[in-house]
T-cell receptor
Framework: EPEVTQTPSHQVTQMGQEVILRCVPI?????FYWYRQILGQKVEFLVS????????KSEIFDDQFSVERPDGSNFTLKIRSTKLEDSAMYFC????????????FGQGTRLTVV | AQSVSQHNHHVILSEAASLELGCNYSYGGTVNLFWYVQYPGQHLQLLLK??????LVKGIKGFEAEFIKSKFSFNLRKPSVQWSDTAEYFC???????????????FGKGTKLSVKP
C-alpha cells in the first residue's frame, strides 16, 4: 500500500536554528499539507500546497515558515529560526483529488527545540 | 469559520463495553466528515469517512459513525471495544464546494480512549 513518508522521525535543534522537515507524498497525489500537533493539543492545519504554490495557510504559518516541492517527489517544510514553541509533531499529508478520497498522513516528525 | 467539537477528552471503558464518541461541527455548507485514529506512537490513520449517500458509514475494525445533518453531528460508535482500541480518536471536517477550503481538514481536540482488559 502506498504511504506518505517523513524524515527524520525525530529532530532536536537549538533555538534560532533552521530546520527542514522532509516528506515524500504518495506519487500520484496532487494536494499536499503540513499539520502540527503540540503535545497534548489538537492537530492544527499549517499549509496546503497545490500546483506548485501555497493554496491556503493558517495564522500559525508566518514568515518563519516556508514550503517547497523542489523536485517531483519531495515536499519540505522549513522553519527559518526555530522557537521553543515550535516543538511539536509535524505531519505531512497528501490527497489525490476531490472524488471521494481521503488524505493520507505520514508518521510525523517530532521536532524538539531546546 | 469552521470548528469541530469533541465532547469527551478522555474515556475509560472496560473490554466489551459499547463506545460512542461525540463530534459536532459548525459549518453551514456541505462538508466531508472523517474519523482518524492515532495509536500510541503511530501516525493518523483513517477509520471512516462520509462524503455523501447513506449517513450511516461503516469503517475498519468494527467502527461506524452516523451523520445527522440537523444536529451537525458525526458520532463514532463501536458496540464492543477491545483493549487494542486504546488510542486517540480525532474527528475532522472539511468544506466542499465554492468557498470551502479544499483539503484543509479541521480537527477536533481528540478523545483519548483507554480500554481496560
Amino acid at each position: 500500500e502506498p504511504e506518505v513518508t517523513q524524515t527524520p522521525s525525530h529532530q532536536v535543534t537549538q533555538m534560532g536554528q533552521e530546520v527542514i522537515l522532509r516528506c515524500v507524498p504518495i506519487s500520484n497525489h496532487l494536494y499536499f499539507y503540513w499539520y502540527r500537533q503540540i503535545l497534548g493539543q489538537k492537530v492544527e492545519f499549517l499549509v496546503s500546497f497545490y500546483n506548485n504554490e501555497i493554496s491556503e495557510k493558517s495564522e500559525i504559518f508566518d514568515d518563519q515558515f516556508s514550503v517547497e516541492r523542489p523536485d517531483g517527489s519531495n515536499f519540505t517544510l522549513k522553519i527559518r529560526s526555530t522557537k521553543l514553541e515550535d516543538s511539536a509533531m509535524y505531519f505531512c499529508a497528501s490527497l489525490r483529488d476531490w472524488t471521494g478520497t481521503e488524505a493520507f498522513f505520514g508518521q510525523g516528525t517530532r521536532l524538539t527545540v531546546v | 469559520a469552521q470548528s469541530v467539537s469533541q465532547h469527551n477528552h478522555h474515556v475509560i471503558l472496560s473490554e466489551a463495553a459499547s463506545l460512542e464518541l461525540g463530534c459536532n461541527y459548525s459549518y453551514g455548507g456541505t462538508v466531508n466528515l472523517f474519523w482518524y485514529v492515532q495509536y500510541p506512537g503511530q501516525h493518523l490513520q483513517l477509520l471512516l469517512k462520509y462524503f455523501s449517500g447513506d449517513p450511516l458509514v461503516k469503517g475498519i475494525k468494527g467502527f461506524e459513525a452516523e451523520f445527522i445533518k440537523s444536529k451537525f453531528s458525526f458520532n463514532l460508535r463501536k458496540p464492543s471495544v477491545q483493549w487494542s482500541d486504546t488510542a486517540e480518536y480525532f474527528c475532522a471536517v472539511n468544506a466542499r464546494g465554492n468557498g470551502g477550503s479544499q483539503g484543509n481538514l479541521i480537527f477536533g481536540k481528540g478523545t483519548k480512549l483507554s480500554v481496560k482488559p
